[in-house]
């Protein structure tokens, strides 16, 4: 393998994963902060995407990010409201709002299931454009995801910090606490869900826009990879400020990409590619406890060894 595919393959993997990033600090506000597990996530992926994509083919590339972002809220405020008003478990809100998704994202594209922007202007086309006659022209995708990693994370930092995020953290933590401290759940568990959404909508509309095309299945297993990029994040950076613990979500996104692609190169079917994503997430969930138990496992095994040689 020569050292420019190395390279490309390696620039590939960062893109996808700073992209999916974004959906692993929705899962990350919601997740981690809220303590609440949404799990229409792939369905609000594909939203964001679709959206972004008939936005940006209708004339309006700009406008495009927006409305993902809105689509993000309006899914997320219904996962909120079936929790919060109709009495609904979160995990079944969940998945009802996911597979009411794939109906509404397939009226959204108009009926078809695959949009194609090969001919379509979006944000990355828009740069590139601009940055025509520099060395750089090619990394207009990197370039925005880049920029819009780094406004989410510092969104998250500040927001978490003001009076509703403390609130929302607080929700989170201690649901029966913030009751009795005058806090309503109801409002900031619509508000977190809502902000969460909106990034992964953001997410669906990036990746579309990136690879030119809008399949209803964009966001199959995004959960499952979300849940491992943030798995992996915390195994890495550990516990820490929000800072420290939101650039450490990117990071295990990153690296789960990586993973992904390394997995790419050994002409694996395309099959199995779910079930290289299915083991990584078993190794990021099941790393740490197998990491506390080795301590006990080599007592174990050294007082084995000397059972057998006392006899």
Do not use: W
């Not at 990136?210 to 990029?229: E, H, P, W």
């Amino acid at each position: 393998m020569s050292l420019s595919i190395v390279f490309n393959l390696g620039e590939t993997a960062l893109q996808l994963g700073l992209i999916c990033s974004l959906t692993v600090l929705a899962l990350f506000l919601s997740y981690s902060m809220l303590n609440v597990c949404d799990l229409s996530t792939d369905g609000c992926f594909t939203l964001g995407a679709c959206v972004g994509a008939a936005v940006a083919i209708s004339g309006h590339p700009y406008l495009s990010i927006i409305a993902a972002m809105l689509a993000g809220v309006c899914s997320g405020f219904v996962t909120a409201f079936l929790q919060t008003r109709m009495g609904v478990d979160s995990l079944l809100a969940g998945i009802i709002v996911n597979t009411a998704l794939y109906s509404v994202n397939i009226a959204v594209m108009g009926g078809s299931s695959l949009l194609n922007m090969n001919k379509t202007e979006t944000v990355f086309t828009k740069l590139k454009a601009l940055l025509e006659n520099t060395s750089i022209k090619n990394q207009n995708i990197l370039i925005i995801v880049f920029i819009a990693v780094a406004i989410v994370v510092l969104f998250l930092f500040f927001f978490l910090k003001t009076r509703l995020g403390l609130a929302i953290r607080a929700t989170g933590n201690n649901q029966d606490m913030v009751k009795s401290s005058s806090i309503n759940p109801v409002f900031t568990t619509t508000v977190g869900l809502c902000v969460a959404n909106s990034f992964t909508g953001l997410s669906g509309c990036l990746l579309g826009q990136a690879q030119k095309s809008v399949s209803i299945d964009i966001g199959t297993g995004m959960l499952t990879m979300a849940l491992a990029s943030l798995l992996i994040g915390n195994t890495f950076m550990g516990k820490g400020s929000i800072l420290k613990r939101a650039i450490g979500v990117v990071l295990g996104s990153v690296i789960f990409r990586v993973v992904y692609t390394i997995a790419l190169r050994f002409n694996m079917p395309a099959f199995m590619l779910k079930f290289v994503s299915s083991v990584i997430v078993v190794i990021a969930i099941s790393g740490p406890y197998l990491k506390s138990r080795y301590p006990l496992l080599v007592r174990r095994l050294k007082a084995m060894k000397g059972g057998k040689s006392n006899a």
